[in-house]
């Protein structure tokens, strides 16, 4: 059974830094994409940041991508976001998600439908 674990969040000051993490168990995600959606109240689940597992290879929203910063432990099956200069309107619940193997090395999947497995999510709270 596929479980993605995500910890590390919390409540921090504007201009603060958070890393949080995901720990990924049940299958292998070789070739495969993990990613970090948020959603806060009211609003969608929006894309943040991805990862090709394999290749190692990041892509992120235009809107967070020079305060964000996903990697992987493939030894740990852990990734990672640090988010750096963290404003108010990053506020959000932020979920780990996973694809199946994708054969394609040119698919980067930013969409929440295109993402099988999901944690639970971890609670990030930044105060002005």
């Known amino acids: 059974q596929v479980q993605l674990v995500e910890s590390g969040g919390g409540l921090v000051q504007a201009g603060g830094s958070l890393r949080l993490s995901c720990a990924a168990s049940?299958?292998?995600?070789?070739?495969?994409?993990m990613a970090w959606f948020r959603q806060a109240p009211g609003k969608e689940r929006d894309f943040v940041a991805a990862?090709?597992?394999?290749?190692?290879?990041?892509y992120s929203a235009d809107s967070v991508k020079d305060r964000l910063t996903i990697s992987r432990d493939t030894a740990k099956n852990t990734m990672y976001i640090q988010m750096n200069s963290l404003k108010p309107e990053d506020t959000a619940v932020y979920y780990c998600?996973?694809?199946?193997?994708?054969?394609?090395?040119?698919?980067?999947?930013?969409?929440?439908?295109?993402?099988?497995?999901w944690g639970l999510g971890t609670q990030v709270t930044v105060s002005s």
């Open positions: 990862i090709r597992w394999n290749s190692g290879i990041t």
């Open positions: 049940g299958r292998t995600f070789t070739n495969s994409a």
């Open positions: 998600a996973a694809t199946k193997t994708i054969l394609s090395t040119t698919y980067y999947p930013r969409q929440a439908y295109q993402y099988d497995y």
